[in-house]
């Protein structure tokens, strides 16, 4: 009986070591090569000397047999700021920018990461920067995984402080890390045609002035400094929340925002102001023919500020779109559109109130003229007003989201979005509304119920946000609606 169970034991332990020795066998012909996840490992444009976001792929032996790599090295070594790990090890400057005899067995895997910070390229536009990561196969055979990136030079700013008027302009992009400071007394102006990159840690504090000085085809933009890809339909500057915003303080005043692109911040602007005033003489703020889209916060919230909006499109907000407390705020041919998709809790469109935290406002005044104010939700217009000091509100010539409302000091002449009619209205009135591959375009469509119905009586500007000229009969909001050509037959 010893003897049996011996012999069984003696043919097991055979089994296994064949087994094992099938398992393990390395093959050295030429016909076994590896399958990668990619043969190209794009790292979109990174800001040269920038470390760009980790890509990576695998590498595959669907081979019958083992196959080892002789070396896997990079093919220009430091020279172009690639970095690379492989299976664990880093090819860094102590392996001589790569390692040897990696084995891969058969029906196994190997996970390679890659970053890239590339050197300065000393020109104003991208440069492309490709390098290949070669695997030498055991069998002479040689494999490469292409390495590719555009670099783009730029002029890094940290925790910059404006003490007197300066100009940021230069051909070179700007990426801001720590944010602006724009001290009283000083004047800070963006030109025309330039692009601002703020780190996430960066926005804008104005004590003094800030002047956005867009012209329509060379608009001011002020967006985060990531220029890579969250996911491959969905860029970081399509994501709210990459950096600060802009502050105005109760010290600043005269600041003009136009021609100006502003996204992807956390509250896109405040206006704040402590001082309690019976009238307002001075405009804190006046925007026009801007887009402010795609915050984490507020579009805009004004605290007893003086406001002046027009031919502006505020959109896609978590908390209220245009929020404001006190103050005096005119809004005049202007698109506020609440389809914030990145949370269902996401705040109205519009909120105004007289009062809060049981302080009350001396004087509010908000004026809202041939405008379109919609949304997701089936009232998108919220306001908390102390009927003591009065309701300072009127909407006129408008397209609201909210149920119809017969107060005719208040509200004239407006169009109440019927929320039954699907096929018309919220976000019906316009082109491009989709929440899956997160693409917006608030022109307005032939259906919506605002064309046509602005009123003349008010200052109609000469063209609209999109530089289309406006007709004898102009549009509520932003955009005016242009038919698409017709083609002959």
Partial sequence: ????????????????????????????????????????????????RVPSSTREFWV???????????????????????????????LGESQGYQIFNEEIRK????????????????????????DDLVFNLESGVQQKVNLKAWSWDAEMMRDVVISEDYTLGGDKPTVIYGGITVNNGATLTIPAGKTIYFHADAGINVHGRLICSGEQGKEVVLRGDRLDNMFDYLPYDGVSG????????????GNILNYTDLHAANT??????????????????????????????????????????ENTQ???????SLATYGGDV???????????????????????????????????????????????????????????IGKPYRFT?????????????????NIFEDIEDSDIAGWKNFKTVDTDLLQYNFNLVETSLAIDKASTESPVPTYDRAGNKRDEKPDMGCYEYIAPPTTEE
């Fill in 1 to 48: 009986m010893k003897k049996t169970f011996k012999l069984y034991l003696y043919l097991a332990i055979a089994l296994a070591i064949t087994a094992c020795t099938n398992d393990d066998s390395f093959s050295s012909s030429p016909s076994n090569v590896l399958t990668f996840s990619k043969d190209t490992v794009l790292m979109d444009t990174v800001f040269s």
């Fill in 60 to 90: 595959f032996n669907r081979s019958g047999d083992g196959i080892r790599c002789s070396s896997i090295r990079l093919q220009n070594g430091n020279q172009t700021g690639y970095r690379v790990n492989v299976n664990g090890v880093y």
């Fill in 107 to 130: 029906g196994d895997s190997i996970r390679v990461f890659v970053e890239l910070t590339s050197p300065l390229n000393n020109q104003n536009k991208p440069h492309l920067v490709s």
């Fill in 242 to 253: 990459q950096w600060k915003g802009i502050t105005f303080h109760e010290d600043s005043e």
């Fill in 268 to 309: 896109g602007i405040e206006c704040l102001s402590d001082t309690f005033r019976t009238e307002y003489t001075t405009t804190q703020l006046a925007v026009t023919n801007s887009t402010i889209h795609n915050c984490k916060g507020y579009g805009i919230y004004g605290f007893n500020s003086k406001i002046t909006l």
């Fill in 314 to 320: 505020i959109s896609n907000t978590l908390y209220e």
């Fill in 330 to 388: 005119d809004v005049n041919f202007c698109t506020i559109a609440q389809f914030y998709p990145f949370d269902a809790a996401r705040g109205a469109a519009l909120y105004f109130s007289n009062n809060t935290d049981d302080v009350q406002f001396p004087n509010m005044h908000l004026n809202v003229r041939n405008s379109i104010i919609t949304g997701y939700a089936e009232d998108v217009i919220m306001g908390d007003n102390d009927d003591e």
């Fill in 397 to 413: 010539n408008c397209l609201l989201r909210t149920p119809a409302i017969e107060d005719e000091e208040h509200f004239v002449d």
